[in-house]
């Protein structure tokens, strides 16, 4: 696993295209986000969806995918987004919302069957550019594990002691807040539901 350190206020363009470069083939980053750090890959690569998978023993027949995107525009490419969901994406992000919306075929095959997707554009500089400079979303699964403390889950030495050896490269951007993002349901944008909170609440 190779390390790149930088910060989300000096990004570091050479790295950016290694990282991309790595997960366009098919490579697993461990990288930051607004909550926690997070495991992530080329969303469209099925390969490197099924090795998160793996990673997180994720079953992606019965658990919700989540993806990060550079912004709303990235999104609305993978996931159906009406005027009312438009509306509420636009208020909130970036920020620390996952909103469920109805998915798109486009997605990788782990994706299919799935109605619904996870949306994400966090208020993280480093992994908005990833997205963006990939060209396309980050499938995205927190760096989190059983029996962790609050304060481990923030620090990159501990996220890098326990996933490092599963991954192909590491950011470490230093300590992150390690809070659950809201999980927002938008399949019904008349209706938004609310399925976890999380630290900050949702705008209209």
């Known amino acids: 696993m190779k390390t790149y350190r930088m910060y989300e206020s000096s990004i570091n363009e050479r790295y950016v295209d290694e990282i991309v470069q790595i997960l366009r083939d098919g490579g697993v980053v461990v990288y930051p986000t607004d909550s926690y750090y997070a495991i992530g890959c ?18 992606p027949l019965r658990q919700r995918l989540s993806m990060v995107c550079s912004g709303i525009s990235q999104a609305s490419e993978y996931a159906r987004i009406d005027n009312n969901a438009f509306r509420i994406l636009r208020a909130n992000l970036p920020g620390p919302f996952t909103f469920v919306l109805p998915a798109s075929p486009r997605l ?36 989190i594990w059983d029996d962790a403390q609050p304060e481990e889950l923030s620090l990159p030495d501990e996220v890098a002691m326990h996933f490092g050896h599963q991954a192909d490269a590491f950011v470490d951007a230093g300590a992150v807040k390690a809070y659950p993002t809201a999980i927002i349901d938008l399949s019904d944008s008349s209706s938004p539901v609310t399925l976890r909170e999380g630290r900050v609440g949702i705008g209209n």
Do not use: Q
Request: hydrophobic residues 40%; contains cysteine; proline residues 4%.
């Open 108 to 143: 990788a095959k782990a994706f299919k069957g799935r109605k619904e997707a996870g949306v994400r554009v966090p208020d993280s500089a480093i992994a908005r550019r990833l997205a963006e400079e990939l060209g396309n979303p980050l499938l995205s699964t927190s760096a």
């Open 42 to 59: 080329d969303a469209l690569n099925n390969r490197a969806v099924e090795r998160v998978c793996k990673i997180k023993n994720i079953n």
